[in-house]
C-alpha cells in the first residue's frame, strides 16, 4: 500500500480507471430484464436505518452508475422524505436540499441534474451516495472532488451507505485522513455491512 500522499493520489488515479472501466464493462453486459430489476426495491436491511419520516438523500445517476429512483420513490411512498444534492456555492462543496418526486431538476456545472437553488437545504438522516468502488472495511473511493466526504463530515451523524455495482468491490481501498468511512454497501445483489 502506498504510504506517501504523492503515491496514494497516484494510485487512486491508476484505481479509478480501472474501476470506470470495471464498472462501464458491467453495465454494458447487462441485459434488459437484468436492469430492470436491479435496484428497484428498498432492500430489507435497509429497514434498519429507516425511522419515522427519515429524510433520504439519494441521488441522480449519472452514466453507468446504479440507478436508485424507484428506491427512492418507494421511501417517499413510506412517507419518507427525500433530498438530492446540489453543489454549493464553493468549488467542491455540496448542501442536500428537499425534493419531491416530480419536482422540476437544473443541470450543473458537471452535467448532473440538480434541484432548482431555491430548494430548501436539509439535513440527511441517511444518505445514499454513488461511488467508484468498495472494499468490505466500509472503505469507498469516489471520483475525486471530495463533495461525498466534505458533504459526511457537516452531517456526521447521518447513515452513510455507499452504492454500487458488485463488480466495485476491491480489497484494497487507499485512504486518507479525509476520507470518511460508510456504515453500509448496497449492491445489485447484496447489503454489506463492515465485518
Request: glycine share 8%.
Amino acid at each position: 500500500m502506498p504510504d506517501s500522499t504523492d503515491d496514494i493520489a497516484q494510485h487512486k488515479a491508476a484505481l479509478r480507471k480501472k474501476l470506470r472501466f470495471r464498472r462501464a464493462h458491467h453495465v454494458e453486459n447487462l441485459v434488459g430484464w437484468e436492469k430492470s430489476i436491479c435496484f428497484s426495491q428498498i432492500p430489507r436491511p435497509m429497514a434498519d436505518f429507516l425511522k419515522t419520516g427519515s429524510t433520504v438523500a439519494f441521488y441522480v445517476a449519472y452514466g453507468d452508475e446504479p440507478d436508485i429512483a424507484r428506491i427512492a420513490i418507494a421511501l417517499a411512498e413510506q412517507g419518507h422524505a427525500l433530498a438530492l444534492p446540489r453543489t454549493g456555492p464553493t468549488e467542491g462543496t455540496m448542501d442536500f436540499t428537499a425534493y419531491r418526486p416530480g419536482d422540476a431538476l437544473e443541470p450543473s456545472a458537471h452535467g448532473i441534474d440538480q434541484p432548482a437553488v431555491e430548494a430548501p437545504i436539509v439535513a440527511p438522516d441517511i444518505v445514499l451516495c454513488p461511488l467508484l468502488g468498495f472494499n468490505r472495511a466500509m472503505r469507498r473511493i469516489g471520483h475525486g472532488g471530495g463533495y461525498y466526504d466534505r458533504a459526511f463530515a457537516r452531517y456526521p451523524n447521518a447513515t452513510r451507505i455507499g452504492v454500487a455495482w458488485s463488480v466495485q468491490e476491491e480489497e484494497t481501498i487507499p485512504t486518507e485522513p479525509h476520507d470518511i468511512a460508510l456504515h453500509a454497501v448496497m449492491t445489485e445483489s447484496e447489503w454489506i455491512v463492515a465485518s
